[in-house]
Each structure stands twice: as C-alpha cells, then as structure tokens.
C-alpha cells in the first residue's frame, strides 16, 4: 500500500491513552468492545495498514487476562495484523492524569465551550508521572534507535521530549486531536511552558486545521524563546527543529459488504423498532455525551422548530444516540442531568402518549448499530460547540451510498473548513438551527444529492490514509534530510 512505501522499512509505534480494543469480562465472558472515539475510529485502520506496536492505558476489566508477559496482545482480535501493548495505571494515577489533569484541565482549556478548567497540582504531579510511565514503555518497545513513534492528543504532551531524551534520532510526530486555543486563553494553565517544551521534543506537530497551528505558533511565541520561521511553519527550540503543520484527520472510506443492509431497508426498520410510520421524519445525532458537542442547543434548536412549524409535531422525530463518557467527573453528570431534563421538557411540551420528539438513547452502540441510524435518517445534526475535526460529519456522508440526507454542521468544528456543501450553522444561534433543521427537512431531493455527492467525492479522496500518509511523508523527508545533514557534518 502506499503507506508501506512512506514507511520504506521503518518501525512504527503509536502511544495513545485509549486502547483500540478493550476486553471486558461479561455475563457471556469475554467480550471485546470498540470504544466511542474519534482517535481510535481514525487511527485504527492506519495501524492495521502498516503493523508496528500500539502503546495504550489497559483499561477493560479483562483486559490483564488477555495479554502476554510483556503485557502484549496480538490484534484486531479476529485477524491480529499488530501489536497492543497495554500499561496500567494505579487508580490514583488514573484519577490525576486521565480525568483530572487531561479532562478536567487541558479539555476544557483547549475547547471552548464554557466551561471552566481546573488545574490542580496534584494532578499535575500525577500527568509528569504517566507521560515518562507511556515514554519508558515505547522507549522499551523501540527495537530501533529512530523508530517513527506516532504520539496522540492532549494526554501525552509532555511524552515527546521524554523520548528524545533517550532516542535523539526517532521521528516523533504528535498529532493534536483537539482544538489549540489562542494564547490568552492556554496561558491560564500554570504548567504552560512545560506543555510547550514537552511538545517540542516533536519532529512533526500536526493540528486539523491551518488555524489551529497559527495559535500554536502564537501560543509558543508568546510564552518561549524559540526561533519561529513564520513562512515554513517550523519553530527552533534547544537546538531542535518542530515542524508544525495542518492534516485533517478522516475515516476509512467504507467497503461495500453484501452483508450491510440497504437504505431502504434500515429506514423501514428503525422507523419500525422505534413504532413510527414509514414516512415520518428522522434527525439523527451521534455523540459522547460531552458539554463540547452542543447537544442541548441542538434539542433547543428542535424545540424551537417546533413551535415555528407546528406541522411537524408528530411528524418528526430527533434520535440521539450519546454514548456514556467520563462519567466519574462531576461536570459529565451535570451535564447528562441538564439533557435528561430538557428532553423530558421537551417531550412534555409537544409529545403524547405514543410520540416523543427526542429520544435519548445514552448508551454504547456498535458501528454497525449506528451505520443503520446513519442510513435511516433524513437529517444529521452535528452541532458542536467547538471541535478539532468531528468526524461523525464524515461517517454520516460515507454512509450514505443513496446520496440523499442533509448534514447540518456547526462552523465551529474543523469538519466545516471542508465540508462547505453542509448546512453550516452556529449552534449557539438557536433561531438558525430551527430554521436549519426546517431546510433540511424540506430540502429538494436533486439538491440533497448534489451537496452529498459533492462532500462524498471529497471524503473519499482524503481519507485516513491520507491523513497518515501526509504525515509519514513529511517525516520520510526529514528524516532523509536529516541522514544527508548528519554525514555533512
Ligand atoms: C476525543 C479525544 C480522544 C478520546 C476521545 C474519547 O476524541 O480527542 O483522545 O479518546 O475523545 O474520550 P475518552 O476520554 O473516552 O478516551
């Protein structure tokens, strides 16, 4: 494949803190389950392209039954094409770096969605801890001294300079999964040069979006004596260069399998299982349910349709799948409180006995469960409040092999940047998320399919593999410029 000729040989090694596969022990024994994210969702299929290790927090509850002395596991279960490598973390390490430092600092920090980060110390001192805990294991799972190391997200800022430390000569490329904000805003945080140093120890910095990595530059100029060459995007820091450059990530374009059931047919049955006529109107959501994903201006935005357009009481309904996540964290359970009782306001207000105009069904679905929701629906809303990429947007248009449905998309997530032919909003503008979702529900079938066969050409074209292969790419020429520079010298 293409990615094997970016690669030429080199050994490559992922470290993210969630697992791609998890093993949970389950009345029916051992099940594995994928977990609700868009890291995995993205960064899977790439793996099982090119091989190599995969470097993870273990976090199944049977996770330790399945791996080896060295604490691997051959995988994707049914046919293993790569290694995971799992490291577990102390309940008091989990509570610090995972849901303390990671999610209830630097997520709130970098999204901006209102909600207010939390920066404690001790969870600081347990983020240093885990950070050197994931370098030490890819450090010992490097068979190489300059192995390609892929290092995800907002967990692992501090990992790439800790790895440089011991292999000056990897090639490490970190990618940001999430938004970067402008400076003011990420210089609240009290370990702010920390962070910036840590990721400096990056070959390659990669964000979504142009406008992501201009805030990092910024961010970096503000706080850093570092040389920054505006025009080639590379930032000088203790002798070492960090390019910093825009992929947006994408999905593996589906394969089209005889066992995947039509459009047709998943319309007729959704609309069955949830007991309405084949006729009536279906808006779709698909969410962790997270205060980032605007999920209750979206239920806003429907209630308000409503009461604009009366003839659709009864007529349509707003499906919202929002799987459980971070649920420990006191602002995860506000908010799930805060959408319960919207919909049920909602519900009361314009529903009866047999029909319900939100449903919530806040549990994990499998891909499959929520492909069919994909093809069943007339309208998905993807309503961030701020996003790096989302890439529902993505897996709705992929689904879609009839070329009709309408995506209405928050110009707030990096998705919008390339998706023009979507109905693009601002989620906190209620009024034009009602008249939004009214379009859509209106909207000329010829029209439709002119705006999804536009956005389907183009996710086909720039899918994951892309995504991966900008990446190794760009690394292949450092690293062949880095060989000719070193027998200079
Ligand atoms: C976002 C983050 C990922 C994370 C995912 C799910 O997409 O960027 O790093 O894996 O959310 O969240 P969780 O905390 O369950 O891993």
């Not at 449905?405 to 109905?423: D, K, N, P, Y």
């Not at 720039?462 to 292969?469: D, E, K, L, Q, S």
Request: charged content about 25%; overall charge negative; glycine content about 6%.
């Amino acid at each position: 494949t293409l990615l094997h000729e970016e690669l030429a040989g080199d050994e490559i090694i992922v470290v993210s803190n969630r697992e791609p596969y998890m093993h949970a022990r389950t009345g029916k024994g051992i099940e594995v389950q994928r977990p609700a994210s868009g890291l995995v969702t993205a960064v899977e299929p790439v793996m099982r392209a090119c091989s190599g290790t995969w470097v993870a927090h273990g976090s199944g509850s049977a996770d330790r039954d399945t791996v080896d002395r060295n604490d691997r596991v051959p995988v994707p279960p049914t046919n293993p094409s790569y290694t995971l490598r799992r490291v577990w973390l102390t309940k008091e390490e989990e509570q610090g770096y995972y849901y303390g430092f990671a999610n209830e600092g630097l997520w709130p920090l970098c999204h901006i969605a209102h909600v207010r980060p939390v920066f404690r110390s001790s969870d600081w001192e347990q983020y240093v801890e885990v950070n050197q805990r994931f370098a030490d294991a890819v450090i010992k799972e490097a068979r190489t001294d300059d192995p390609v190391v892929l290092v995800q997200d907002y967990h692992f800022a501090l990992l790439p300079r800790m790895v440089r430390e011991v292999l000056p000569k990897a090639t490490i490329i970190t990618f940001w999964h999430i938004p970067w904000p402008n400076p003011e805003s990420f210089g609240i945080c009290p370990w702010r040069e920390e962070l910036l140093e840590g990721l400096l120890g990056s070959t390659i910095l990669g964000f979504h979006t142009p406008f992501h990595c201009k805030n990092f530059l910024e961010t970096v100029d503000r706080y850093l004596e570092t040389r920054i060459e505006h025009e080639a995007s590379t930032i000088s820091y203790g002798g070492k260069l960090t390019q910093v450059e825009s992929y947006p990530i994408s999905i593996a374009w589906p394969e089209s399998s005889p066992e995947r059931p039509s459009v047709a047919d998943c319309r007729a049955q959704i609309r069955q299982e949830l007991g309405l006529s084949a006729d009536h109107l279906l808006g779709i959501g698909v969410d962790r349910l997270d205060y980032t994903k605007g999920i209750v201006e979206r239920f806003q935005a429907v209630e308000r349709m409503l009461e604009m357009y009366p003839a659709l009481v009864g007529r349509f309904t707003m499906v919202q799948i929002a799987a459980p996540t971070r649920s420990s964290l006191d602002e995860y359970q506000n908010f799930e409180a805060r959408v319960r009782s919207l919909v049920q306001r909602i519900n009361n207000r314009f529903g009866n006995g047999s029909y319900q105009p939100v449903i919530l069904k806040a549990e994990h679905h499998s891909s499959e469960q929520v492909d069919r929701y994909y093809r069943a629906a007339d309208v998905c809303l993807v309503t961030s409040l701020h996003d790096g990429m989302n890439l529902v947007a993505k897996e709705f248009i992929a689904s879609r092999d009839d070329e009709r449905g309408v995506l209405i998309l928050s110009q707030f997530t990096g998705a919008a940047r390339e998706l023009h032919e979507a109905l693009i909003i601002n989620p906190y503008h209620i009024e034009q998320g009602a008249e939004s979702l009214y379009r859509a529900l209106t909207m000329p079938e010829i029209e439709q399919r002119e705006r999804m066969r536009s956005m389907r050409s183009l996710v086909r074209d720039f899918n994951i593999y892309r995504w991966a292969g900008r990446m190794l790419l760009d690394a292949a020429r450092l690293r062949q410029r880095e060989r000719i520079s070193s027998k200079i010298r």
